[in-house]
């Protein structure tokens, strides 16, 4: 089977830098997602990592590591609008869909 | 370029009526199709996935269905909804199971 965990909720201050943690297990993993999702809305695609080590795009950071089904999504200088759900999602090798976790509420403070 | 249109955007509905719930997706041919739902407090919860006309493929047994009639038209229907289907259901189209591109979703209250 398939199990992805990430932490309910985390806050954070305006302008710092916060981290979310990604762990997942399944058979014949092919990539790691993050999707954000604002509430109310659609998720909307952040980063895609298949091969171990970091990815950046602007304040957005995506890193895996396969040996120990481990991702994490770094945000760097916080603004108030990243306030949002943040989804990790597991593809599979062979699979045609993509396995969520239950997504970690981000909330930035002043 | 693609696009997925999902209506309605919100439905208020009584317990025991039904429920029809239409996605189409423009600009590409072929995709795979998902209904996923979202409950309160809860991630993303698979549905149903298409991977072509009349292929169907359920993930949870409830008592949801789901069709597709034509390639890039996916409907998610029940006969009879409980008060446990509301939620925010969402349809998604992708190539082959890669990145997912969410439509806007549907807000269903059931009372």
């Known amino acids: 089977g398939q199990n992805i965990d990430q932490p309910t909720e985390m806050t954070a201050t305006e302008g710092a830098i916060v981290q979310i943690n990604c762990t997942y297990q399944t058979s014949g993993f092919n990539g790691l997602f993050w999707y954000q999702q604002h509430a109310g809305e659609a998720p909307t695609f952040l980063s895609y990592n298949v091969l171990d080590g970091l990815e950046e795009k602007g304040r957005f950071s995506s890193f895996l590591s396969r040996s120990k089904g481990y991702s994490y999504l770094l945000l760097k200088e916080l603004q108030m609008k990243d306030s949002a759900s943040y989804l990790c999602?597991?593809?599979?090798?062979?699979?045609?869909?993509?396995?969520f976790g239950t997504g970690t509420r981000l909330t930035v403070i002043p | 370029s693609q696009t997925i249109h999902q209506w309605p955007a919100t439905l208020v509905q009584p317990v025991g009526s039904p429920l029809s719930l239409e996605c189409t997706v423009e600009g590409t041919s072929n995709p795979n199709l998902y209904w996923y739902r979202q409950a309160a407090g809860r991630g993303l919860q698979l549905l149903f996935y298409s991977v072509g006309i009349g292929q169907i493929s359920s993930e949870v047994p409830q008592n949801l269905s789901a069709s597709r009639p034509q390639d890039r038209q996916f409907i998610l229907s029940s006969k009879k909804l409980l008060l446990s289907d509301s939620g925010f259901y969402l349809c998604?189209?992708?190539?082959?199971?890669?990145?997912?591109?969410f439509g806007q979703g549907t807000r269903l209250t059931v009372v």
């Open positions: 999602a597991a593809e599979q090798t062979g699979a045609n869909n993509l396995f």
């Open positions: 998604a189209w992708s190539y082959s199971g890669g990145d997912a591109f």
